[in-house]
């Protein structure tokens, strides 16, 4: 995926939060597996004080989902997917091929120091997230209106 594709930013932030959040849990079609579990391991190399990692779970739809476990809830924070979630949730509109540009993207921001370093996530990495107007600008490219609230 190119850095002018609408969904970049999206897909920046997935990565982001891959790599600085504990207790996730990663729901992916089977064939995604090998090359998550490659992730994995190449993270525990990279931020050898990181006790906790990614748990992978297979799916049998073709879209992506992580979710943070934390205190007992379970919250889904990035979808990859045709179906529009909620607005508390990182959506990237597609299907589960997605996954391995969300990979690439961990691979390039762990070899560039991130998170242990300040201002290597790119741009905005240090602002909050902003999902209904990244959904309204990619809503743009998609029929040239920007969505409701």
């Avoid at 190119?2 to 969904?7: M, S």
């Avoid at 600085?20 to 994995?40: C, D, G, M, V, Y």
């Avoid at 909620?86 to 690439?104: A, C, K, S, T, Y």
């Amino acid at each position: 995926m190119r850095i002018t594709d609408p969904q970049w930013p999206a897909l920046r932030e997935a990565s982001r939060r891959i790599l600085r959040l504990e207790q996730i849990r990663i729901n992916i079609p089977k064939q995604f597996h090998s090359a998550t579990n490659e992730l994995i391991l190449e993270l525990g190399e990279r931020q050898p004080s990181r006790l906790t990692f990614p748990i992978i779970y297979e799916s049998e739809t073709v879209s992506v989902e992580m979710i943070i476990e934390e205190e007992g809830l379970a919250d889904t924070i990035i979808q990859i997917s045709h179906d529009e979630p909620e607005l508390d949730v990182i959506w990237i509109r597609g299907d589960g091929d997605l996954w391995l540009e969300i990979l690439n993207s961990c691979k390039d921001l762990s070899s560039a120091g991130y998170p242990g370093c300040v201002g290597c996530g790119g741009p905005n990495s240090e602002q909050k997230w902003d999902e209904f107007g990244h959904r309204n600008s990619t809503n743009k490219y998609d029929s040239g209106e920007p969505r409701k609230s």
